[in-house]
């Protein structure tokens, strides 16, 4: 009877045993509902839509202008490769990026458009009028040319008047903008726009040609922005 109960012992301890490691071994190669998420989903849109929320965390002071975005903002991460990725003057990269970022977000506009309009203007600020760091081509014109003291306030003023007399006048996509920005575009210009803020949206060169669209310069603005 001993031994009865003894291999009885034996015997569920061993199915106990194999169960366990069947169940671990499909934990193992079974991909979780979140890793599937994961791989089917795409990063960069990701990145965009969670930083296109509200920020709690202050990170200090940009020539007086406070902003709320997060110190490890994911849009400055995107926009940090895109200067790297084509070697624009404006360095420290990432200090560049959270510049701009901050600008764009105290205007109210998505982080990607001025960034691609100075790589349409100027090849992200390598062509620019001596002295007037002047990278968008803002108030480029026959009566002369206006300059700045610093990039940073090339962008500001230009993130300003965009917002102001483009945006908020209802011409939202960067197609729209052109006719008036540079009346004179056949369509080059827009189309130009809309494959660096595509590049930026997928981090990737590729993509940004393949999949780029008319933009929705509404779509990744932080709820936060001053209005």
């Known amino acids: 009877m001993k031994k009865i109960a003894?291999?009885?012992?034996?015997?569920l301890s061993s199915t106990g045993v194999i169960?366990?490691?069947?169940?671990?071994l499909h934990t193992i190669n079974t991909p979780s509902h979140n890793s599937l998420a994961i791989?089917?989903?795409?990063?960069?849109?990701?990145?965009?839509?969670?930083s296109s929320q509200s920020y709690g965390k202050?990170?200090?002071e940009i020539k007086g202008m406070s902003t709320t975005v997060q110190a490890a903002d994911a849009r400055e991460v995107l926009l940090a490769n895109f200067l790297e990725r084509y070697s624009?003057?404006?360095q420290p990269y990432d200090?560049?990026?959270?510049?701009?970022v901050a600008i764009s977000d105290k205007y109210g506009i998505d982080f990607r458009l001025l960034p691609a309009i100075a790589m349409q203007e100027s090849n992200l600020c390598k062509v620019i009028p001596p002295e007037t760091y002047n990278c968008l081509g803002f108030?480029?014109?026959k009566k002369g040319t206006l300059g700045f003291d610093s990039y940073e306030a090339a962008f500001d003023r230009a993130g300003r008047e965009i917002k102001a007399n483009y945006i908020d006048r209802g011409l939202v996509t960067p197609n729209q903008i052109m006719r008036k920005y540079t009346p004179s575009s056949t369509g080059s210009w827009g189309d130009s726009v809309n494959q660096w803020m595509s590049e930026m949206r997928y981090d990737d060169r590729d993509k940004g040609l393949e999949l780029k669209t008319n933009a929705d310069l509404n779509e990744f603005v932080a709820s936060s922005s001053a209005k």
């Open 6 to 11: 003894t291999i009885l012992v034996w015997f």
């Open 19 to 24: 169960l366990s490691i069947t169940v671990l």
């Open 39 to 50: 791989a089917e989903s795409d990063l960069a849109n990701s990145i965009l839509a969670s």
């Open 58 to 60: 202050n990170i200090g």
């Open 88 to 90: 624009s003057p404006l």
């Open 95 to 100: 200090e560049y990026a959270h510049k701009i």
């Open 139 to 141: 108030g480029i014109h």
